[in-house]
């Protein structure tokens, strides 16, 4: 008998598994393809390993010459890069699984059945258990006109054709997945559109944090449709022809290859429908991740709510502690999200287009005026704080900068535990950092900006 099975060994579910154990309660994790999931295997590692390639080729070209380092000739070579990507994909699986063993965690590689609320088929074996969490994950959405067509990639397609990047490369949805794999193509030299159905691509972000992105794809000679909508596509032969349509305008584009990446849909297999949990969209839980049902969990991408890697580690911590006793509560409203552009862009709290002007102070300090800015070359970018008005509490941060995704991290403490403004300008940073972008920001809003 099982404490906990757990079906699906991505973040959500590796994580609780391994905590779980640490609990010290009976566990084993189903897996039927990689651990790791989408974002060992597909999404988070594999894409980082690509844009760490790619930027720095791109760096090399921009900045070599400055810097005063002469380098002949640059060029890329596809299957290295492939490589690069492939062996920490594999290091990553492998690394889970030497976790799994060190916790004295059962893994089976197998697909799932669940038999009822209390047994899951593995293979021909039927494991009896106290609880189950179901961390199924996402595959990319796909529907019409583009299931219509053969050979549109998703995302989970492009890893595998690395080495056939003819362009040019249309890609439908100027969202994360689009942004990050355009951020990669232009670096190295390749044409690329961008078709978005919102007003900007980054819909989510704020338009000054989308405007510092736009300007560095628009200098690589990608371009980017807003508020455009793919009506039609045909194939000749090799080339795809779409039509698109926005602002009453149809233009045609011709690309070699086509990228959707227009969101994720979560996976609910059968089994899990005829359980009995309740569904929306997503599996339903309430804030211990629990379901309808009083043994069953979810965790991630199967709830079909904030689709992060970093949300489904903590809902599976989450899940853990609740299924070892305690009463443990996710906390929703400290989320970062970090998109690996260029620079990158990281976001934690209330944004300011969503804020109520009359509520809060918004201070920006820009990347020209930090001096470890300076000396990496770096122009474009800054730090945007949120305050509140009468608490001088911070409540969101934005940062547009090299590294912003590692320097968010002061922001998300900060918003959690609802630390003012005095707090963070009594608190040294490090100069010259970039980190003091953000300190610029949160003096600006006490009116004490001293670089500025
Ligand atoms: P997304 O929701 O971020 O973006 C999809 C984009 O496609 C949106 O901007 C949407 O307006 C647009 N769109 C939808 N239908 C369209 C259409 N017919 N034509 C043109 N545009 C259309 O989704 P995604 O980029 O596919 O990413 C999927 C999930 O993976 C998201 O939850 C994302 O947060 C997550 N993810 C996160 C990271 C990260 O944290 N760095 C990286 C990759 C993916």
Redesign the pocket.
């Known amino acids: 008998m099982y404490n906990t099975v757990i079906i699906g060994a991505g973040p959500g579910g590796y994580v609780s598994a391994i905590r779980l154990s640490q609990l010290g309660k009976k566990v084993a994790i189903i897996e039927k393809e990689h651990v790791g999931g ?1 974002c060992a295997n597909k ?2 590692v594999p ?1 980082k390993a690509l844009l760490s390639s790619a930027h720095l080729y791109d760096e090399i070209i921009s900045k070599s010459n400055k810097f005063g380092i002469n380098v002949n000739s640059v060029a890329y070579d596809i299957n290295k890069i492939d490589d690069f990507l492939t062996a920490i994909v594999s290091q990553t699986r492998k690394g889970i699984e030497f976790l799994f063993k060190k916790n004295n965690i059962e893994f089976i590689k197998a697909t799932a059945e669940i038999v009822d609320k209390n047994h899951v088929q593995a293979d021909n074996i039927i494991l009896e258990t106290e609880n189950i969490i179901l961390a199924h994950g ?1 595959e ?2 796909i ?1 019409p006109p ?1 299931n219509k067509i053969d050979g549109i990639w998703t ?1 989970d397609d492009f890893f595998t054709n690395l080495k056939d990047l003819s362009d040019p490369i249309l890609i ?9 794999f355009a951020t990669f193509l232009a670096s190295l030299g390749k044409k690329i559109y961008i ?4 007003d900007h ?4 972000e704020d338009l000054d944090v989308v405007q510092e992105i736009k300007r560095n794809l628009l200098r690589k000679g990608v371009e980017i449709y807003e508020k ?3 009506m039609e596509i045909t194939r000749n032969d090799e080339i795809y022809v779409s039509k698109i349509e926005g602002n009453g305008n149809v233009t045609e584009i011709k690309s070699s290859k086509i990228l ?5 849909k979560p996976v609910i297999p059968d089994d899990v429908k005829k359980l009995g949990v309740e569904i929306n969209k997503g599996v339903k839980t309430d804030l211990n991740m629990k379901t309808n049902i009083e043994n069953i969990y979810a965790v991630g ?1 199967i709830r079909a709510d ?5 949300v489904a580690m903590y809902e599976g911590i989450v899940a853990a502690h609740n299924i070892a006793g305690e009463d443990k509560k996710m906390d929703y409203s400290t989320v970062p ?4 552009s260029n620079p990158e862009i990281a976001t934690v709290g209330i944004k300011e287009k969503d804020a109520n002007p009359e509520e809060v102070i918004v201070s920006k300090f820009p990347i020209s005026a930090n001096a470890r800015a300076k000396t990496m070359n770096e122009k474009n970018g800054f730090a945007k704080v949120l305050v509140d008005k009468s608490s001088k509490k911070i409540i969101g941060l934005s940062i547009v900068s090299p590294n912003a ?1 590692d320097m968010i991290m002061e922001g998300v403490l900060a918003v959690k535990y609802g630390l003012s403004t005095n707090h963070l300008m009594d608190a040294i940073h490090p100069h010259p950092t970039l980190t003091e972008i953000i300190l610029g920001s949160i003096e600006g809003a006490e009116g004490k900006a001293i670089h500025i």
């Open positions: 989408t999404g988070c894409t996402s990319p959405a529907f583009f995302s439908v949805g100027g969202g994360v997945i689009g942004i990050e078709v978005e159905l919102m691509i980054l819909p989510s455009h909508r793919v959707l990446a227009v969101g994720r991408d904030i689709m992060l890697a970093h999200n970090v998109i690996f995704t």
